[in-house]
């Protein structure tokens, strides 16, 4: 906060940029970013692990993220062709593309393919038969023979929201224990794939060690029974879902995780990946609202007055979805004046699920036209973002240390309809 321009975030003013491109919008700390980047890598470099770091580009896609990430060594999760065709966009270098996902397509297999991305995480058998004659098929292949790791489900309770667990048998994720050592072993025929490791992916904002250390004490045993029967087993994949803290969480520093590999995965001899998403992202974003009203509540029933803000579920879904909650913080300094009151903050959308939070204590003496801003919003926010309502998407802004640009046009409201089409007996 500063006296006269209210919430600052990397030094800029956060009214500024709100003024300038309206709101709803989304902001990046750039800064911020390239900090946590650096302190993931430090926590893994100080216990000598050889970890190489592709961000999960499914929390935050925007090509100005993706170049900074790629300063920072980084390289990419993606889960789609279309996130391929973003990250070879951003510069990101096909060698440092992996490509997760339980439903692949032929076109987006046939596309990693082409492009010779560095890995394919295969999540079935069914998957990995379908990719190898895929591969055989193609022309020009040049003796290039896709590395493929099989993404193992351990059976493990991540200990975290029940739409964010990704590692439990009923999960639709993964190849189970089981039958991924015979499949591992069967891989090693196939003369288009070359079979490297194993990858994990337990569930997202993971708090505690437990579930990790479970998860990756699998993975080693499984490491060490297809050594002891021939086969190589060069890498493996450790998955992302580190959590932050987003209220009170007491949320483990990196430190923690790079402990649990160390000392399950770390004398395996094996080269590492880590796939982060949250843990990088989402501290590094705001989405700033205006409250369009304040509508009165029923006292006689307990229920506040409500905030309404001109941003909404249809934005950042994540409250809506997940329950999830969000720090909010009013960007004008006279707010800082006022004694708090429990308000209900919600958005306009038609739906009694566009609930930001309920009865928060913010400034009594918040009013129509002044601004809010959400809190680690930066991953799962911009990216789950939809039109409904009409809603177009927001507008974003990317700071960096005191300057701060434009990235993102707010979608007019004729790109929001100009696909669309009639039929001709219309
Ligand atoms: C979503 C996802 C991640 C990132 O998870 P976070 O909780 O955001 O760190 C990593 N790997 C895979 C395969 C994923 O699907």
């Not at 925007?62 to 279309?82: F, M, N, P």
């Not at 096909?94 to 995480?121: C, H, M, W, Y």
């Not at 437990?210 to 060490?224: H, T």
């Amino acid at each position: 906060m500063d006296a006269r321009d209210g919430l600052l975030f990397e030094d800029v003013p956060v009214h500024q940029i709100a003024q300038t491109i309206g709101t709803p919008c989304w902001i990046t700390g750039a800064g911020t970013l390239r900090r946590r980047a650096a302190d993931l890598k430090a926590a893994f470099t100080a216990r000598k692990l050889p970890m190489s770091f592709h961000f999960a580009m499914k929390a935050q896609d925007h090509q100005a993220t993706l170049r900074i990430l790629k300063d920072c060594g980084y390289g990419v999760d993606i889960v789609s062709g279309g996130e391929m065709t973003r990250a070879l966009t951003a510069g990101i270098a096909p060698e440092a593309i992996v490509f997760s996902g339980v439903g692949k397509s032929d076109d987006e297999l046939r596309a990693a393919i082409t492009a010779r991305i560095g890995q394919i995480n295969v999540e079935s058998a069914e998957e990995l038969y379908r990719l190898a004659a895929l591969a055989d098929a193609m022309p020009n292949r040049d003796n290039f023979r896709m590395r493929v790791t099989l993404r193992v489900n351990p059976d493990v309770d991540a200990q975290t929201h029940d739409k964010i667990t990704t590692g439990r048998a009923d999960d639709k994720f993964g190849i189970a224990y089981d039958q991924a050592l015979a499949l591992y072993a069967e891989a090693q025929g196939f003369s288009s794939l070359r079979v490297i490791g194993l990858a994990v992916h337990l569930g997202s904002q993971m708090l505690a060690a437990e579930p990790f250390r479970k998860g990756y004490q699998r993975l080693a045993d499984m490491v060490r029974t297809l050594r002891g029967q021939g086969h190589p087993v060069e890498t493996v994949d450790c998955g992302g879902g580190l959590g932050i803290s987003y209220r009170d969480e007491i949320a483990p520093a990196p430190d923690m995780l790079a402990g649990v590999i160390a000392e399950t995965l770390g004398d395996l001899d094996v080269a590492l990946g880590l796939e982060p998403g949250r843990w990088l992202a989402a501290p590094t974003g705001l989405f700033v609202t205006t409250i369009i009203e304040t509508k009165a509540g029923n006292p006689e029933r307990g229920t506040p007055d409500f905030l309404i803000v001109d941003g909404g579920m249809n934005d950042l879904a994540r409250p809506s979805m997940y329950d999830s909650w969000h720090g909010i913080l009013p960007i004008s300094p006279t707010a800082t004046h006022s004694p708090l009151k429990p308000w209900h903050v919600v958005g306009p959308v038609c739906e009694s699920s566009d609930v930001f939070a309920r009865n928060r204590p913010l400034p009594a003496n918040l009013k129509r036209g002044d601004m809010l801003a959400f809190l680690d919003a930066g991953a799962y926010g911009s990216v789950m973002s939809s039109t409904y309502n009409s809603r177009p998407f927001a507008a974003q802004a990317m700071v960096d240390n005191g300057r701060w640009a434009p990235t993102r046009k707010r979608q007019t409201l004729e790109e929001l309809i100009a696909a669309e089409t009639l039929p001709d007996w219309l």
